[in-house]
C-alpha cells in the first residue's frame, strides 16, 4: 500500500496541470512536492492543512483516497470515489449470516488469528534479543490461541476473557523490551504515555487502509461480528484490524523505540514524533511478507487487500474464513 503523508502545519494540497501537489512554505518561500499518481491514499494529519476542491476531485478520480486524522491518528472523515464496484449480492449475504452461527465462527477466527500473530511477534522479539523469556511468553500467549480454536462454545464473553488473557501476557512482554523512560506498563487507549499514543496514531493508519480494503470487497464495513454494531462504529473493520495489529503496528514500534524521537506536547504527540510514527508503520505495510496463501512474499498491504477479497469470498460462498497467519 503506497501512502502520502500530510502533516505540516500550513501545508496546501493543490491540483495543477493533471497532477496533485502539496505547496508549503519554507525559509526561501515556497516548495511545491509532487504527490505520485500510484499512490493508493493521502493521509492529512493536521487541521492546518488546507485542500482545493480541484484537488479532491482529481483524487477521486485516481482513485486515490483521501483521508482525514486527528491528533490521536483517528480518522475522522475520508473521501473516496462514490461508487463501489462489487455486486450488491456480498453485503445481502453478509447481513444475512453475520447473526448466524456463520458470525460466531468468524469472531473466533479473528480472535484467535489475532493470539496468534501476537505470540509470532514475541517469538520475533526473543530472537532479535536472544531473550529466553521472551521465548516462554510465547509459548504461553500460543497455549490461550489454542485454547480459543479449541472451544466449542464460542460466547463473546469467553471469547473476551482468553483475548484478555492473551493481551496481558502480551503487553507485558512488549513492556520488557521498551526503553524505561518511555513508562510503559501495558496497553491503555487512553493512557498518556507516548507509547500507547504512537500505538493510537498507528492503528489509525492500520484502520484506514483495512476500511478501503473492506469496501473494494464489496463488504459493509459498520456490520460486525465480534465489535458490537452501533450506528458509526465501523464494527467489521474493527474485527478484521485485529489480525493485523501486531504485525502492521506493535512490531515495527517495538523494535524502533530506541530510535524514534518521542515528544509529547500539551497532552499530545507532536508533529515530528506523528510523522516518525507514521513513516514506521507505513514504510512497514509496504515491506514484503511470507504469505502462505499462496506461498510466497507480499507487501503488507497487499496481504491486506487479499485478506478482504478472501473474507467476501467466504461470506458469498458461506464456509470457513482462515485468517492471516504471519511468519516472521
Partial sequence: ?????????????????????????????????????????????????????????????????????????????????????????????????????????????????????????????????????????????????????????????????????????????????????LSFTGRDHDAKDPFNMALNYGYAILYSACEKALLLAGLDPYLGVFHTPKSGKPSLTLDFVEMFRAVVVDKPLAINAKRIRFEVSENRLDYETRREVAKVVLENLGSSYFYNKVNKRLELGEIIKREAWELADCIREAREYRGFRASL
Avoid at 133 to 143: G, Q
Fill in 1 to 181: 500500500m503506497k501512502v502520502f503523508f500530510i502533516a505540516s502545519p500550513g501545508s496546501r494540497l493543490v491540483a495543477r496541470k493533471g497532477g496533485i501537489y502539496v505547496v508549503k512554505k519554507v525559509k526561501e518561500g515556497f516548495e511545491r512536492v509532487v504527490v505520485p499518481s500510484d499512490v493508493d491514499a493521502i493521509i492529512i494529519a493536521s487541521s492546518r492543512v488546507g485542500i482545493s476542491s480541484k484537488a479532491i476531485s482529481l483524487a477521486t478520480a485516481k482513485g486515490i483516497d483521501i483521508v482525514f486524522l486527528d491528533y490521536t491518528g483517528f480518522p475522522v472523515a475520508r473521501v473516496y470515489p462514490p461508487y463501489i464496484s462489487k455486486t450488491v449480492a456480498t453485503r445481502v449475504t453478509q447481513y444475512t449470516l453475520f447473526p448466524r452461527e456463520f458470525g460466531k465462527r468468524l469472531a473466533r477466527e479473528f480472535i484467535y488469528t489475532k493470539i496468534v500473530n501476537q505470540a509470532e511477534v514475541v517469538r520475533y522479539l526473543a530472537k532479535n534479543y536472544r531473550d529466553a523469556s521472551l521465548r516462554e511468553e510465547a509459548y504461553r500467549v500460543d497455549s490461550i490461541a489454542t485454547e480459543v480454536r479449541s472451544s466449542t462454545n464460542m460466547d463473546e464473553d469467553i471469547l473476551r476473557n482468553l483475548e484478555a488473557r492473551a493481551a496481558k501476557i502480551y503487553w507485558q512482554a512488549i513492556a520488557y523490551t521498551l526503553p524505561k523512560e
